[in-house]
């Protein structure tokens, strides 16, 4: 699952591959000719903004929202260079003056009308932004305060309470602020919540900055980096979504 760092780096190079520019839309799959597409043809990219999982092409009137869940992807090529993956499977080509930017896969592409993006239902919903540049913790502090009886793992995996962490960044940032994931959020207090989402945040501006994921407890196949005990594994919240914590560590 692409998680809010890998949407964020999508973002700034969908941005300066194609913003300012006048698109050339084409729409070789069905699926993105179902998604209004090539309504975008013709229409000047403005700006490129991330909202957690979600990914915002501004073009005049009209955004193109993507969210590639588990296998979505944007890739930026030069015009005229060979795709990783067959033209065929594209839901979106996006052709600027020298770059293009192809969409494959996932389970959200639309076209929104710019001015219904404020009251969309999809996007309304998110909570605040962990990567947000201008979000002070207290905001996200308040709004996973909303659900005080959710263990501190699920609520962060929670797109409407703070968008952006995934399950990646769920079992590391609890690893990396030494909290126990099982925990209710009601028994957390204001510093372990800040604690938190300054190692989300963290490890997630990392990513995004490297490109690269290392962990230190998700898909563990190895020890405790810190005390050499046992990473444990298990499902958690109405997902079941695989959580990885050392219970020593962590208790
Ligand atoms: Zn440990």
């Known amino acids: 699952m692409a998680e809010g760092d890998t949407i964020l780096r999508a973002a700034r190079r969908l941005d300066a591959a194609l913003t ?14 179902a998604a209004g597409v090539e309504r975008l043809d013709g229409h000047r990219l403005e700006r490129v903004s991330s909202h957690g999982k979600n990914l915002l092409l501004h073009c005049g009137d009209l955004v193109l929202h993507s969210h590639m869940g588990m296998n979505g992807s944007w890739h930026v090529y030069p015009r005229g260079a060979r795709w990783r993956k067959p033209r065929r499977s594209a839901w979106a080509v996006l052709a600027g003056e020298r770059q293009e930017a192809v969409q494959f896969g996932g389970p959200t592409l639309r076209v929104i009308p710019a001015a219904r993006l404020a009251r969309d239902p999809q996007l309304a919903r998110l909570g605040p932004d962990v990567l947000a540049p201008e979000l002070g913790p207290d905001e996200l502090i308040r709004s996973l305060r909303t659900d005080p009886a959710r263990t501190l793992g699920d609520a962060l995996l929670d797109q409407t309470l703070v968008a952006g ?67 444990s594994a298990r499902g958690q919240g109405d997902a079941n979504r695989t959580t990885y914590w050392c219970p020593r560590c962590q208790g």
């Not at 839309?25 to 993105?32: D, F």
């Open 20 to 33: 300012g520019q006048t698109l050339a839309v084409s729409v070789p799959n069905p699926r993105g000719r």
């Open 165 to 231: 962490i995934g399950n990646i960044f769920k079992s590391e940032a609890c690893f990396a602020a030494h909290l126990d994931p099982w925990r209710p959020i009601a028994d957390l207090s204001d510093d372990d919540l800040r604690v938190i989402l300054a190692a989300a945040r963290s490890l997630m501006q990392e990513a995004v900055e490297s490109g690269r994921h290392t962990y230190a407890v998700y898909r563990a196949r190895r020890p405790c980096p810190y005390c050499g005990g046992w990473i």
